[in-house]
């Protein structure tokens, strides 16, 4: 296990020790892990001669936007599946777990025909909006975990005058933390690192995220400057590994409440 752990995180080493180092040591032989000659002057050059502040800005954009989004629509379409009686439920709930057996990559055609149409191209809207839509599968997460929750506390509710909309926000909600931060963190962490989407919506410079900017900037340059996209990489990867280790006892108290352990 130790040695798989060691493989597993090599290439993430790799990256965070290249950042350190001058570009004339990426040409050196043998290769090494860590720099000959530290220096800092590679994170120094990204933010002051590159546009990493402004992919930065982007990425966080549709990071907040996407996970908002998702926390939203997600927890309000599987409140009524998991606490309300209603015809149809059982149907509905299966149409939108088949809905996960199709491949997002497929409908990427006909989203694209449908966002040209409503002018929405080479903005943040194509990417952010269908997240206010409801993601099938933090539905399910979301389901999952409300049915742990005892329905006397909604009966206790409504004896007390409560509406559906306020056992929802005023009950459900509160005692739903866990679900909401496991599904919060692995949504950030997904957007922060989303490529194919904003690839395919985006084209503007200014409006390109950082995952989008790292391809962009290999691309423009005349010689590959490896040192400053190693240092770009760096600061890609630090924050998705520092709000999953400080969120991981939330993570994982979600994902055991909902089964999927």
Known sequence: MILVA?????????????SFKPLVEFSSYPPRLFPKNFTLKNYYEVFTNSKL???LRNTLILMLGNTVGTLL???????PLARMDFKGKKLIFALILATMMVPSYVTIVPQYILFRYFGWLDSFLPIIVPAFFAYPYNVFLFRQFYRTIPKELDEAAKIDGCNEWQIFWKIIVPVSKPIFITIGVL??????????????????????????GIYSFSRTTFIVRWDLIMAMATIMIIPPMILFLVAREYITAGIKTTGLK
């Open 53 to 55: 502040p402004i992919y």
């Open 6 to 18: 060691i493989i597993m995180f090599f290439p993430i080493l790799w990256i965070i020790g290249s």
């Open 73 to 79: 629509s997600s927890s309000l379409v599987a409140y």
């Open 187 to 212: 949504s950030s962490i997904y957007w922060w690192n989303e490529f194919f989407v904003p690839m395919v919506f985006i084209n503007s410079e200014e409006l390109k995220p950082l995952s989008v």
